[in-house]
Each structure stands twice: as structure tokens, then as C-alpha cells.
């Protein structure tokens, strides 16, 4: 099934497909700047296809120069003088609400990064009696319980309490990781870790700073009122939910539900990062989760990874094998790369660059799972110590063949290991398009395109395969694409051919 923009968010004529930007790569420029990048950026990016931003998390880090996952205070959007001054890293509450006025008026909708799972920058240390527990084995206490001086007092004196009243203690944690009495550095168990996580380590509740406690009533009830506000206050229509293998699943499942609720979207958009290449895991956490909601396709990314290192030697006819788009295809959000697999990163796990174009196709032109474009693939990445990295070639154009052409039935021609192909058909407002992939030398396809096809002459919308395709009397032609690339192939009069360079 083809996930869809509703007219509803987007303000569109007519449903369209709907495709993710993730809107920042883990260097993306700082002081202040990049709401108003995204916002002078909209109108191009929602000409080419765009329909949704991922942005970084908008809440008040512990630094204020960090990509914004060392949360300190949730409610605070780049309003108040905390953590080192008023804004956050990417721009002050005034100019994310004016960027995402921005984006809507130009059909694209935001999804807010919830980091949900830890706090940083505490306030003020407490004694608490806390255990010592084996890094490898969480369930498997080292030490008795004895006083620790810990980082867990939030009263965000630069808020004054306007929005929420609730200040933290460590009676709304599971454990911490720092002594500061001692100056050491172990994971310290408060409270008992959550259930409904992840098994590694035996127990992956406690992932890094100050754990929150979701099963505390004041600690839940916070959170979900944040939920609702937030959407409101400014005008966002999703979450993309942090570091969920690590986050009770009935505390996620109860934070989206209330969401829908409360917003007035009973279909909100929730996406989770439960970064797991085991599609039986992440299919077990999606079957018990109550509500739908989607993951990011993890095996997928991974499959694309090792098809890229192995070259031709890989048989493309098993690239969507053991994935979530494959298994549960409306949960999938699909992805090439993110700002936690790009270089430099402690998940890095670049999918190789001359492979991009094979699985941009592969997640954009097909009907099944909701793609997510990353920042560095379409601009190129900052890079740690000055090592930039590239953006794909063309990137832009693959989103908007996406925009015009990938509507329709398809018709699947998975035939060869190292030369695959398929049809789109078109619908009512939407031609459609034929796409060959190959992870070897030059090939072909023959491919039905329909009858009513007949005489037409197609090429190359991205201009990489040279040469015309005359369409037979029985609606085939034969499509070609260079090696180690991908050609897009459309009438040469199809809507919207216009939108593209000469080629």
C-alpha cells in the first residue's frame, strides 16, 4: 500500500506521494542559523517533492552547541535564558514557528524530534542511595546499594515554571551514570529498569544520562501534556521518537495514542528509532504495540550497506530480504543513510556512495514504506575535523521523479541478480515511469509499459542513459542503464518533464 500525503496536512489538490526530508546531518551549522535556513529552503524543497521535515530536536540542550540529544529542558523551545543563552542551537522559538508556517504554506508538514528517554545539564546533584550493575548485564547488581551524589535535580530557573510546574528530582529516575561524590563513572541503578525494552545487556533500559522513570505518574503525565502542547504551540503534525529500544513500549504506545487524542489528528505521524538489524524484533515490537506506528527499516539500510560493499557479486533479486517495507510495508519509514550511520558517527555504516542511486530508487519509486531523504545525501555533510562528504548526484531529481512519475500499479521484473527493473503505471493526475537498477555492467530491460503506450518515444529523465525508447504495439520497449546506475525512463511529453533540466 502507497503512503500518501493527506490533502488535509498538506493543503495539496489531490493526495501526492509523501516524502520525508530529514532536515540536518549531526554537523550541521550552528549559532542560531538553521531555522531560518530550513525556512528560506522550503519553497524549492516542496516544488521538488518534499512534503515533510524531520527536524533535529527543537528542546533546550545541556549544550548549546550539541546536535540536541543531551536534552536538558523539554519545555523550553529557544524561549528562555538557559544552558547559554535563549536559543537553541538551530534558532529561537519565534523562528522554528516561522519556519514551520513557512513549510506548511508550502505543502510540506513537520515532525518534531522527542527525546524522551534521558535528561542532561541537571541543575543541582542529590544523595541517593543507588547499585552498581555490570555495563554488559544491567539485571546483574555488582554492589549493595549505598549513597551516590548524582545529577538529577532539574528546576530550569530560566523558565520559572511557566508552561509546566514539574522540577525533577531523582525520585523520577531509574539510574544514572556519574558519582560525583567519587568522581566515578558506572551505571548506578536508582530504581528498577523499565520493562517493554530491548534484551540487550539483558536489560537496555538505562542507555545514557540522567534514565527517566516513564512508569512515575508525575514523570508520565508531564511528558504526555508536553506531548499535546507542543503540536500546538508550534503547529507540528508528528514525532520522530529517540532512542525507543530503550524507552518502556507501553509509555511510547500511551504518549502516541494521547497525542492523536489530543491533537485532532487521529492519524498523527509517529516514527520510532529502534536502530536493530533483526526484522524479528522489530516485528515483534510493532505486532504488541497497540496503535499503529511506524520504525525506520533498519535491515534495510543494512541490506543496502552490504550490496554496496559487495558489488556485483550481490544478487539484487534479495535486497528487500528479511525488511520491514517487506514484512509490514505501512509501518516501514525507509532510509539510505542518517545523522547516526554518517562518517564519524558511533553507528557509522555509510551506505557507499556509488550505491546511493541504486537505493534512492529503491525506496523512492516504489509503492511500499514512506521514504526518508537524508540532509547529507542531498547537501552534503559538514564532516568531524573538516573531512566534508559529497551529496549524491541528482539527488533532487530522484525526489521529484518521485513527486511526478511513481503512481500507480506496479509491475515487478526481478528477474536477474544483477539487473532489476520495474514498471509504474501512472494513475489519473500521473504518468508513470520505468526504472532499471544495475549493481554490475551496463543492462536492459524489456518491460511492459500498456498498450495505450503504443508509439510513444521515452527517455532518461535524470540523462544518464543517452538515446530514445520507442514503445512496440504490444506496450514493451527495452530500457537500458548504465553499470553500477540507474535510469529513470518516462515519455518524453509525460506531465511534469518540464520540471527537469534538459536531458
Known amino acids: 500500500m502507497a503512503r500518501v500525503a493527506n490533502a488535509e496536512y498538506t493543503g495539496r489538490k489531490h493526495d501526492e506521494n509523501f516524502t520525508i526530508l530529514q532536515a540536518f546531518e549531526w554537523y ?6 538553521h531555522w531560518n535556513k530550513l525556512k528560506a529552503l522550503a519553497p524549492e524543497l516542496g516544488l521538488a517533492g518534499i512534503t515533510a521535515f524531520w527536524i533535529p530536536p527543537p528542546t533546550k540542550a545541556a549544550n548549546p552547541a550539541s546536535v540536541g540529544y543531551d536534552v536538558y529542558d523539554l519545555w523550553d523551545l529557544g524561549e528562555f535564558n538557559q544552558k ?5 542551537k538551530y534558532g529561537t522559538k519565534d523562528e522554528l514557528k516561522k519556519m514551520i508556517k513557512t513549510a506548511r504554506d508550502n505543502g510540506i508538514v513537520t515532525y518534531i524530534d522527542a527525546v524522551l528517554n534521558h535528561k542532561f545539564g541537571a541543575d543541582s546533584s542529590e544523595t541517593f542511595e543507588a547499585a552498581e550493575v555490570d555495563y554488559n548485564d544491567r539485571t546483574n547488581e555488582i554492589t549493595d546499594k549505598y549513597n551516590i551524589d548524582g545529577w538529577t535535580g532539574f528546576n530550569f530557573p530560566g523558565r520559572k515554571n511557566k508552561y509546566s510546574k514539574m522540577n525533577w528530582c531523582f525520585n523520577h529516575f531509574t539510574g544514572v551514570d556519574y558519582d560525583n561524590k567519587t568522581q566515578k563513572t558506572q551505571i548506578f541503578r536508582i530504581q528498577y529498569w523499565a520493562n517493554g525494552v530491548d534484551s540487550e545487556n539483558s536489560n537496555y533500559d538505562y542507555l ?3 534514565d527517566i522513570d516513564h512508569s512515575h505518574p508525575d514523570v508520565e503525565k508531564d511528558l504526555l501534556k508536553w506531548g499535546e502542547w507542543v503540536l500546538k504551540e508550534i503547529g507540528a503534525q508528528g514525532f520522530r521518537f529517540d532512542a525507543i529500544k ?3 513500549e507501553s509509555f511510547i504506545s500511551k504518549f502516541v495514542e494521547n497525542a492523536r487524542e489530543k491533537s485532532g489528528y487521529p492519524k498523527l505521524f509517529a516514527v520510532g528509532e529502534y536502530w536493530k538489524d533483526s526484522i524479528d524484533d522489530l516485528d515483534a515490537y510493532l505486532a504488541q504495540f497497540g496503535t499503529q506506528f511506524s520504525v525506520f527499516d533498519t535491515p534495510l539500510h543494512y541490506n543496502f550497506k552490504r550490496a554496496g560493499e559487495a558489488g556485483s557479486s550481490f544478487d539484487m533479486r534479495q535486497i528487500f530480504d528479511s525488511t520491514v517495507v517487506q514484512k509490514r510495508p505501512i509501518d516501514a519509514v525507509t532510509l539510505v543513510d542518517n545523522h547516526d550511520t554518517q562518517v564519524g558517527q558511533a553507528l557509522e555504516s555509510c551506505v557507499p556512495m556509488w550505491f546511493k542511486p541504486l537505493a534512492y530508487s529503491l ?5 511500499d514504506g514512506y521514504p526518508c531523504v537524508f540532509w547529507g545525501d542531498l547537501y552534503g555533510c559538514e564532516g568531524p575535523e573538516g573531512n566534508p562528504q559529497p551529496p549524491m548526484h541528482q539527488l533532487a531529481d530522484f525526489v521529484r521523479a518521485r513527486k511526478l512519475f511513481a503512481y500507480g500499479e506496479m509491475r515487478d521484473y526481478f528477474d536477474h541478480p544483477n539487473c532489476v527493473g520495474w514498471v509504474r503505471v501512472g494513475d489519473k493526475w500521473h504518468d508513470g515511469c520505468a526504472v532499471v ?3 554490475g555492467d551496463a543492462g536492459y530491460k524489456w518491460m511492459d509499459v500498456g498498450k495505450e503506450h503504443a508509439g510513444e518515444v521515452w ?3 535524470l540523462g544518464w542513459s543517452q538515446g530514445e525508447v520507442q514503445i512496440n504495439s504490444d506496450g514493451w520497449g527495452q530500457f537500458r542503464c548504465p553499470g553500477g546506475s540507474v535510469g ?3 515519455a518524453k511529453d509525460a506531465r511534469g518533464r518540464d520540471e527537469f533540466a534538459a536531458k
Do not use: F, Q, S, Y
Not at 84 to 88: E, I, N, S, V
Open 28 to 33: 550541521t551549522e550552528g549559532e542560531g542559523k
Open 84 to 88: 547559554g543563552g535563549k536559543a537553541t
Open 208 to 210: 545514557m544520562g540522567a
Open 246 to 248: 530503550h524507552i518502556d
Open 363 to 367: 525506496i523512492l519509486l516504489r509503492p
Open 437 to 439: 537498477i544495475c549493481n
Open 459 to 461: 527517455t532518461d529523465v
Open 488 to 490: 529513470i525512463w518516462t
